[in-house]
Structures are given as structure tokens and as C-alpha cells.
């Protein structure tokens, strides 16, 4: 016994703070934090508020006096605004979001008073670990290769098409139900398979991870990138853009 040794109950990356020593398993639950950046459904509507299911062990909260009305007008909330909870977000609805408050027992509180938040209109959602979604100061990212994603600190990916011009006006409450061209749909497909294939190897997802991710899978065709050795070979191929980029 003349060696000690510090053993871990969980599998997962380790963070050091001095003399803390805490693993962070790679399979878990997600545990708000207050200002993290969540997606999330929205599961029911009830009196003043909604829940809202964030890949946490209880279901969020949002309350009718913590988001933005329609059209963005600051006033009280009246009678009418209850009544018309469900015209604003109803069950099955995407939303993005921000963790205003933890409480006790681990439900999250969150706010859409920000422009930048609320419903979201056409895309496809990614659920991966939260584990592997890299905090950064900003979790909405416009790529170049013409798709927007969403990275919630929740595990929770929106891949949307960008938008040309964004309407400031609707308080994030008129999604755009235009149809999605050919093109815009390939790329998404694209990046969905390009973030399913980062997980995968358990590879980080942040912006540059998953644009050189997305290059180097231009050569394969969409339904390709999935198989296991292109899976392997792309994946490869980032990590070595990442390792040169930081050497």
C-alpha cells in the first residue's frame, strides 16, 4: 500500500482545478449550469408556464413571464398572453434557450428574452452526449458551407439552412416554413452525418471540429459517410487539421 492510487467510479475526461481532481462521465444526463445555451421540446403547457424536455432528470421550465412576446413588445403579462400559451409554443415544439436558474432538487428554470432564442422552425435535431459538446463563448454558429447549427450545452444539435436575412421583427416566434432547396438539404444531411461520425469516435463538437469534419467528407458521397472505415478515415483527417492548427 506503499503506492496510492486515486481510482474513479465513472469512465470519462478528466478535469483538473488545483488539487480537485473530477471526472466527467462520458455517458450522463445533462446537469444545468446558469447561461448555458440549451435546445429543447416542449412536452406540455400548463398554467403560466411550459415544460420543456433538455435531456435533464426532470423536465425544464419556462415561464410565460421569461420569454419574449411576439413581436418583441416589453409589457406585462395579461390574461390574454395565458390564454393564447398555446398559439405561442405548443407540445412538440423545438425551442433554443438560455439556463436562467437552477433549483435544488436539479430542474432547470430557462429565458428566451433574447432576440437570438425562441422557436425554431425547419432543420434536423442531433442528440448526442453533453459530455462531448465543447463549451465557447458562442453556441450559434453560421458555417460557410451555407447551414447554421445550434450547439446545446445539453447535447441537444439543431442543423438548420441560414437564413438571408433574419426577421428581428417576429421576437423569434414566426418560423420559417418556406420550402428547403435541394442543395440546403444535402448540406444539412451532410453535417448530420458529419456530427453523428465525430461522436462516434468521441471527438469534441465545436465549430472547427465540425467544418473540417464536413471537408473532409466532400469527396464521399452523403450515405457513404456513415460506413465504418469512412467514418474512421474522415474523422482521422480532422484530428490531424485540429493537432496542426494547435501545434
Known sequence: MGEEKLIASVAGSVERVNKLICVKALKTR???EVGDIVVGRITEVQQKRWKVDTNTRLDSVLLLS???LPGGELRRRSAEDELAMRGFL???DLI???VQAVFSD???SLHTRSLKYGKLGQGVLVQVSPSLVKRQKTHFHDLPCGASVILGNNGFVWIYPSLEHKDEDAG????DLE????TDREVISRLQNCVVSLVTQRMML???SILYCYEASLPHQIKDILKPEVMEEIVLETRQRLLEQEG
Do not use: K
Open 30 to 32: 445533462y446537469n444545468g
Open 66 to 68: 421569461s420569454m419574449n
Open 90 to 92: 405548443q407540445e412538440g
Open 96 to 98: 433554443s434557450a438560455e
Open 106 to 108: 436539479g430542474a432547470v
Open 172 to 175: 423569434g416566434f414566426i418560423p
Open 179 to 182: 420550402p428547403v432547396s435541394l
Open 206 to 208: 465545436y465549430d472547427t
